[in-house]
Every structure is written in C-alpha cells, then in structure tokens.
C-alpha cells in the first residue's frame, strides 16, 4: 500500500514532466529554444494538476537546468498551496549566487540525484525551510529529452497527508511497521516508539526487525 500511494503521487510529477518535454518538442519543431516565456505559459498546467481533487501535492512544478534558458542561468516554476491563502502562490527564492540568500537549488539532493542517475528519487521527511516551513518528502523525476538534461519536475507532499493515506489503506490489521529512508530516518511508522523523522538508533533496531526493501523506493519496510 505503501508502494501504490507513492506511485500515486509520481503518477502526477510525470504529468509535470511531460509538460516540459512537449514545450522543448513544440520550440524545437519551430527551430525556436525553450525561453522563460514558454516555460511559463505552463503554468496554467501546473496549476490545475496541483489543485485537481484528491491530489496530494501541496507544491509542484519544474526546475530547470542551470544555463538552458537563455538570459535566465537558473530558474524555477514551482507553485504551492498555502493555508493562509485561497490561491496558490509561486514560490520565489533568490537565485543570485553572490547573495547571502542565494538557494542553490542545483545542490540539492531532490535535483543532484536525478540529474546524475536520470532516475526519479525522493527525498525527506525533511522541514521546507525554504518554502512552506511544512514537513514534508519531495518527490522528482528527470526532465530529459534525446540525452539532453533539462531539469526535474518534482512535487512536495507533507508527511501528514501521507501518513493519513497509508493509514487508511492499512486499515486496522496491520501490526506494527517502521519505514526508513537510505540515512536511517523514520519516513513512516505505526509503532509509538518511532516517530516520522527521527532516527533508527543503530544496526541493533534494523536486527531486531524483519527488513525487507520496498520495490521501486530507497526505503526499507522493518517489521516485528
């Protein structure tokens, strides 16, 4: 169940994805390049997938390839949800490298993995610092087209919502289960004494528990 709702939400992070590649495609057959203007007509896109009904991502979007687009080195199209707010906000941050601010949204893990593997990751529990001040998994796929890197698009989803879908597949049967990310961290759980988020205290936990590797996510499922 685990696997499903995980599946769910890259379901719609390839819809993001396929955005963007069919922008580059549309430029290209016109002999054009992908510019900050093309990239943003998406957003209309972007906005009624993250705001569709039962979808669980409270931010989404693309995040470009440092140096694609001509005249803008780095730059995102990323909108998220917020509680104090009916609509949607872009997410703005700062992308210049000589400020004290910058974010440098190319070292990040949710972008550098993907972008050296060209395969999807996810990354989290972690606390949005940068955003939404959420606790939240970020979830991304490469954007690649003929070899060519063109960034990730990705989807952040909070760590309750999440929790409350595993729950309720679950249903009441099911005893108690620990799920733990590549660094050891409680990324899900339904026993009391681990918490999402904080570490397995050592080889000894992992020993005591059946360990077995959820297809397809760098998670491991421990159960006793």
């Known amino acids: 169940m685990i696997g ?41 896109d972007i906005l009624e997938l ?3 009904e039962g979808e669980l991502a409270v931010g989404m979007g693309l995040i470009v390839e440092p140096g694609l687009l001509p005249g803008h080195p780095l730059r995102l199209e990323w909108w998220q949800l917020e509680a104090a707010r009916e609509e949607p906000q872009r997410l703005e941050v700062d992308l210049h490298p000589e400020s004290l601010g910058f974010y440098d949204y190319a070292a990040a893990k949710w972008f550098a993995v993907p972008r050296q593997t060209r395969e999807r990751h996810i990354v989290g529990p972690y606390v949005d610092v940068h955003g939404t001040d959420r606790y939240l998994l970020t979830l991304t796929v490469p954007v690649e087209v003929d070899g060519q890197f063109l960034g990730v698009a990705g989807a952040d989803v909070p760590i309750t919502r999440f929790e409350t879908l595993v729950l309720h597949h679950l249903g009441d049967s099911t005893g108690e289960i620990v799920v733990v990310n590549s660094e050891d961290r409680v990324v899900f759980s339904t026993s009391a004494e681990w918490i999402t988020g904080s570490l397995l205290s050592g080889p000894a936990a992992r020993a005591a528990a059946r360990a077995h590797a959820l297809p397809r996510l760098p998670w491991l499922l421990l159960s006793s």
Do not use: K, Y
């Open 4 to 44: 499903e709702v995980i599946e769910r939400i890259f379901e719609s992070v390839t819809e993001v994805r396929d955005l963007m590649v069919e922008c580059h495609e549309a430029a290209r057959a016109e002999g054009a390049e992908l510019t900050d203007t093309t990239l943003g007509l998406l957003a209309p």
């Open 50 to 52: 993250l705001q569709r």
